[in-house]
């Protein structure tokens, strides 16, 4: 059985940083590409960051360019992101989900598994 360990959210003031991280258990993460959405009160889940299976390719959501950052350590099975120069808008709970595709996906369609999902609030 699959499941996720997340960890790493927070409460922080507008500007900060914080760490997430998610440990895949029963399966191995490098068959995967592995990707972070979020969902912020009242809204729907949205796509933030994901990375293909070697790490090759990453993408990003508009909103987040150039403040977050998303890595993986596939023999440890995790996937990290780090979230900077926070802002209120970056409030919600964010998630992190795989796929067997071979691209990263900007949606939610064609994600098979999903963590429990880590709070991150952004005070202004």
């Known amino acids: 059985q699959v499941q996720f360990v997340e960890s790493g959210g927070g409460s922080v003031q507008a500007g900060g940083s914080l760490s997430l991280s998610c440990v895949m258990l029963?399966?191995?993460?490098?068959?995967?590409?592995v990707s972070w959405f979020r969902q912020p009160p009242g809204k729907d889940r949205e796509f933030v960051a994901g990375?293909?299976?070697?790490?090759?390719?990453?993408s990003y959501a508009n909103s987040v360019k150039g403040r977050f950052r998303i890595s993986r350590d596939n023999a440890k099975n995790m996937v990290n992101l780090q979230l900077a120069s926070l802002a209120f808008e970056d409030t919600g709970i964010y998630y992190c989900?795989?796929?067997?595709?071979?691209?990263?996906?900007?949606?939610?369609?064609?994600?098979?598994?999903w963590g429990q999902g880590t709070q991150v609030t952004v005070s202004p």
């Open positions: 990375v293909n299976r070697d790490g090759s390719e990453i």
């Open positions: 029963g399966d191995s993460l490098g068959s995967y590409v």
């Open positions: 989900a795989t796929t067997p595709q071979l691209q990263v996906l900007t949606s939610t369609w064609g994600y098979n598994y």
